[in-house]
């Protein structure tokens, strides 16, 4: 039995290799024993389970395709790495007239984008045109070279249709009036039953037909010599401007500089400037206080004093901006008088500031000039002018960047100079109003400005992008901004009678638990102050009076009728630390 299972599939191997060989060689089927069973053909067999392969197949095309057609430019995300042909491979055909293909609707002259215009003429473009078709040649818009006929060029000397010579056109102007003689004497010799009389008529057409000549011909009168004494007056007022204007070589108005000093003598016996801060000054006591009574007060102003100013760090002397166009400087520790004025600008002074040492500092006037003065000599170091009023000026804080100053003007731009170069080195320009604060964070790597636009904008020093922009329907405009001693808020005086405050920090919020309320400011700049060591908060008001809140409670502390009319400005005194300085509409300073 086991011999008779062996035999046949002995056979089947024999006739399976048989087969094969037979096939190789012969390319026919050889023949097995007879006694051996049927070749049968077995299935391959696979352990592993069916896949289907639709999808893999399906997202190899994808991405062949992707890596060879152009990238989309208004997709956000590349999943590969494009080629450059693929970067810069253009878009074909027309795009949608109302598509959004990556071009602002506010940057488009054309349904399909932005045109600009040629970089050639029209007129240059018609007169080589025409040149070209008249004459054979025409000059290259992309240089100095000439295509076509470079024979002719040289025979009619390189002129265009619109630059006959002389010569022709005289020969021009003969043969035209000979044309016109020539029709005159057919039209005249034609008419063989003329009037002689009619001849001699300008009334009658053949007169017309024998003096035919253009509208504007003729002897041309002469140029008016005598002007009348109102055209005189005219001409030597307009002569006079030209001249003051060419010898300013600004555009605001020009002012002689003067400056007197009202001391006793600029040094003392040892030597020292006048403005050399007592060698004994220190801070009184860690904690400031709110002033109770009036120690001392200021009157030399004509007019109302729109800005006040301590000296940096000493604050024994005090600075002071005044409508009447002047500015002074007064003694805070000794004699109380005023020490020097400063007269250079023609109308009111806006914004004074110092830079960090305090002998120099800046003026900005109504009469579109800002100044950098010597606060020891008075001179007047720079002049700068942009042709619009300047509202608020400051010096970057950094002491590498003493001569960078910043300028908000009254165009709504804050403009930047160099003060060694006296150059316009940036403008940042997206203010949709008149520009009042600028305020200087972070270290002084960014500043913040406010505007008649009712908006924030923070800036990073130097780039002219504006980071962060604060708006909401809710605010008002802000005239004055202050930085709080540790520098992580800014106090924003808004004028619907509130003080409201911001954090400094990436997003510039809002504190919304922090709200200083209960003067009257509205319609007036009045300037927000805080108390060195950051505990109080201080403003003035439409009022004439000066309120005190507390930091942490926002509770109203303290409020003090200082002026008649307006308290404009405030400021704490650095030093003595219980001290506060004033200033009003009624022309007076008030030390607390």
Known sequence: MNQAFIKPSMDLLQSYADNSDGEDQNHQPSTSSPDSSPPRLIPSKSAAPKVDDTMLALTAAKAHQAHSKPIDPTQHVVAFNPTYDQLWAPIYGPAHPYAKDGIAQGMRNHKLGFVEDASIDSFVFDEQYNTFHKYGYAADPSGNNYIGDLDALQKNDAISVYNIPQHEQKKRKIEKKKEMEMEA?????????VDPTEIDNPASDVWLMKNKKSPWAGKKEGLQTELTEEQKKYAEEYAKKKEEKGHLGEKGEHVVDKTTF?????????????IA??????????????PKRLVHTWSGHTKGVSAIRFFPKYGHLILSAGMDTKVKIWDVF???????????????????????????????????????WDTETGQVISTFSTGKIPYVVKLNPDE?????????????????????????????????GAVNTITFVDNNRRFVTSSDDKSLRVWEFGIPVVIKYISEPHMHSMPSISLHPNSNWLAAQSLDNQILIYSTRERFQLNKKKRFAGHIVAGYACQVNFSPDGRFVMSGDGEGKCWFWDWKSCKVFR????????CIGCEWHPLEQSKVATCGWDGLIKYW
């Open 185 to 193: 004497d057919e039209a005249v010799g034609g008419e063989s039953e």
């Open 262 to 274: 009202h001391g006793k003598e600029e040094k003392d016996y040892q030597g020292r400037s006048w």
């Open 277 to 290: 801060p007592p060698k004994d000054a220190k801070a009184t006591n860690d904690h400031c206080y709110i």
């Open 334 to 372: 000794n004699s109380g008088k005023c020490m020097r004025t400063y007269m250079g600008h023609s109308k009111a002074v806006r914004d004074i500031s110092f830079c960090n040492d305090g002998t120099k500092f800046l003026t900005a006037g109504y009469d579109k000039n800002i100044k950098y």
């Open 400 to 432: 590498d960047k003493q001569n960078i100053l910043l300028a908000g003007m009254s165009d709504k731009k804050i403009v930047q100079w160099d003060i060694n170069t006296g150059q316009i080195t940036q403008e940042y320009d997206q203010h949709l």
């Open 559 to 566: 409020t003090l009728k200082c002026h008649e009319g307006v």
